[in-house]
């Protein structure tokens, strides 16, 4: 089978023929049929500090994938052959204090798939290989690209969900997938008002698309000055930050109202920094949220079924569906920032 394969600490990938894999008794054999590009996938591929961080060499990148089950071990009682599945990349242990109270999605002793945690194997494969416990079953003919973007889907979801945005209007700061998603899910889960802010014109339009009220442009206004306006100088009373941008992420307490609720999704890693603690923070009796993945498997089960009952449309993320053998333009194609969401074919 054809792979995609980091087998040294440096940059890039190199497509590679390799036997299909051989299974334990408690797992599964799976023909991929979509791997989807993560923001995070571009740090593995240059192989910066923060790979080294999330990642072992050697593996087989790519951690949002689906596809069919062609095999199953001796153990594996509840998956069948030709189940469609979808899987879960944060690998739980099952034993340690967060998986006892049924929080796999943070677990302590947390693997990962397609990063060499725990596994080599990765979905940039014709064929791949997990623990059955780590697949989700799809319920529905959602199409496998849909399937695909049930994972970022999913940390969207989570992080929205957290908030409570029924009848309430919510900001949502960056327009990228995650925040593209969250525009969705909020409106689907009955927010009242959507705004969203990014400096990308294009991104933005395709965020009305996607269900947005209010488009705001931070290279044309001022961010905290537009969303007081809005809201008659209140602030907004639920946001999401998914932008993961230093200054964005310092200065988005002072656009909220009293008793407001924030969620943090971005991948913010520079120091927290707030010039007015007391008046921003403690005085307006916030509530800070914060996720790491998906509610395993709650999460998924609601977003196949928004999916499904057609209330939100992820696909309109994808800007290319590209063949693995096309993996290097791909990966240029995303990180020359031209790409909203690649989804590669690992069959051609």
């Known amino acids: 089978m054809r792979a995609l394969l980091k087998d040294k600490p440096e940059k890039g990938y190199e497509l590679k023929e390799i036997p299909i894999p051989d299974i334990e008794s408690d797992e599964i054999l799976f023909k991929v049929e979509k791997v989807a590009i993560c923001g995070s996938d571009i740090a593995l591929y240059l192989w910066n500090e923060v790979a080294k961080v999330i990642a072992t060499v050697p593996f087989i990148p790519g951690h949002e994938a689906t596809g069919v089950v062609c095999k199953v071990g001796s153990d594996v009682k509840d998956i069948k052959v030709g189940a469609r599945i979808a899987i879960e990349n944060h690998f739980f242990c099952g034993n340690c204090y967060s998986c006892n109270r049924g929080r796999g999605d943070i677990c302590k002793n947390m693997n990962q798939y397609g990063h060499g945690k725990g596994t080599t194997h990765g979905g940039f494969s014709q064929f791949s290989v997990v623990k059955a416990r780590y697949c989700y079953q799809l319920k529905t003919n959602i199409s496998f690209l849909d399937a695909v973007l049930l994972e970022p889907m999913g940390v969207a979801h989570n992080g929205v969900s957290r908030i409570g945005v029924e009848n309430q209007e919510v900001l949502i700061i960056g327009a990228g997938a995650i925040g593209l998603l969250a525009t969705a899910v909020s409106k689907a889960l009955g927010a009242s008002k959507v705004m969203i802010a990014d400096i990308n014109s294009e991104r933005l339009q395709l965020a009305k698309k996607m269900g947005a009220d209010v488009l705001i442009n931070c290279k044309e206004v001022n961010l905290q000055e537009e969303v007081m306006r809005l809201?008659?100088?209140?602030?907004?009373?639920?946001?999401?930050?998914?932008?993961?941008?230093?200054?964005?992420?310092?200065?988005?307490?002072?656009?909220?109202?009293?008793?407001?609720?924030?969620?943090?999704?971005?991948?913010?890693?520079?120091?927290?920094?707030?010039?007015?603690?007391?008046?921003?923070?403690?005085?307006?009796?916030?509530?800070?949220?914060?996720?790491?993945?998906?509610?395993?498997?709650?999460?998924?089960?609601?977003?196949?079924?928004?999916?499904?009952?057609?209330?939100?449309?992820?696909?309109?993320?994808?800007?290319?569906?590209?063949?693995?053998?096309?993996?290097?333009?791909?990966?240029?194609?995303?990180?020359?920032?031209?790409?909203?969401?690649?989804?590669?074919?690992?069959?051609?």
């Open 231 to 348: 809201t008659n100088g209140d602030g907004v009373p639920r946001l999401v930050e998914a932008s993961g941008a230093s200054p964005l992420v310092n200065t988005c307490f002072k656009m909220l109202q009293k008793g407001a609720h924030l969620v943090f999704i971005g991948l913010h890693r520079q120091p927290l920094v707030v010039d007015d603690f007391l008046n921003d923070i403690v005085f307006k009796s916030l509530t800070l949220h914060t996720v790491h993945g998906r509610r395993i498997f709650e999460t998924w089960t609601q977003c196949e079924k928004l999916i499904a009952d057609g209330k939100v449309d992820p696909k309109l993320i994808v800007s290319h569906d590209i063949k693995m053998t096309d993996w290097q333009n791909a990966f240029d194609t995303l990180m020359s920032g031209k790409a909203c969401k690649i989804v590669i074919d690992p069959q051609n």
